[in-house]
């Protein structure tokens, strides 16, 4: 299967998400014709993002989160997904490198991979 680069919902039309294709077929998790609760009701938006996500039959071995838009409703689904998935893959954007660069966020297994983390981490 393709890989998918899920954007939460529809952007800024300056917002340049050349790179973004290039880790596969964009999608929106959300779109205007659909209607969704305030994301200051924190409960409700999860459930919400919850259905989202099943509804499109996320898999963080394959999709990819593209960390773009409005960071209340893109935290928000970040949690969403940690508390459903070990690990899962995101795009950033690096300023640097003018570019969206993929990353695994999740939690780490043991207490070598925790060692592994903060060196990695450090080292960015």
Same mark, same amino acid.
Request: include cysteine; glycine fraction near 4%; charged fraction near 30%.
């Given at each position: 299967?393709?890989?998918?680069?899920?954007?939460?919902?529809?952007?800024? @039309?300056?917002?340049?998400?050349?790179?973004?294709?290039?880790?596969?077929?964009?999608? =929106?998790?959300?779109?205007?014709?659909?209607?969704?609760?305030?994301?200051?009701?924190?409960?409700?938006?999860?459930?919400?993002?919850?259905?989202?996500?099943? @509804?499109? @039959? =996320?898999?963080?071995?394959?999709?990819?989160?593209?960390?773009?838009?409005?960071?209340?409703?893109?935290?928000?689904?970040?949690?969403?997904?940690?508390?459903?998935?070990?690990?899962?893959?995101?795009?950033? =954007?690096?300023?640097?490198?003018?570019?969206?660069?993929?990353?695994?966020?999740?939690?780490?297994?043991?207490?070598?991979?925790?060692?592994?983390?903060?060196?990695?981490?450090?080292?960015?």
């Amino acid at each position: 299967m393709t890989t998918r680069v899920f954007i939460l919902e529809p952007i800024r @039309k300056d917002i340049d998400l050349g790179t973004a294709f290039n880790f596969g077929d964009i999608e =929106y998790l959300v779109d205007s014709t659909v209607h969704r609760c305030s994301a200051f009701d924190t409960d409700g938006y999860q459930r919400f993002l919850t259905r989202r996500l099943d @509804k499109v @039959k =996320y898999d963080p071995e394959r999709d990819i989160i593209c960390i773009v838009g409005s960071m209340v409703l893109v935290s928000t689904l970040l949690v969403v997904i940690a508390q459903r998935c070990e690990s899962f893959r995101v795009l950033m =954007y690096s300023s640097t490198d003018c570019a969206y660069i993929e990353r695994r966020l999740g939690r780490p297994q043991n207490e070598g991979e925790r060692k592994e983390a903060v060196t990695a981490s450090r080292a960015v």
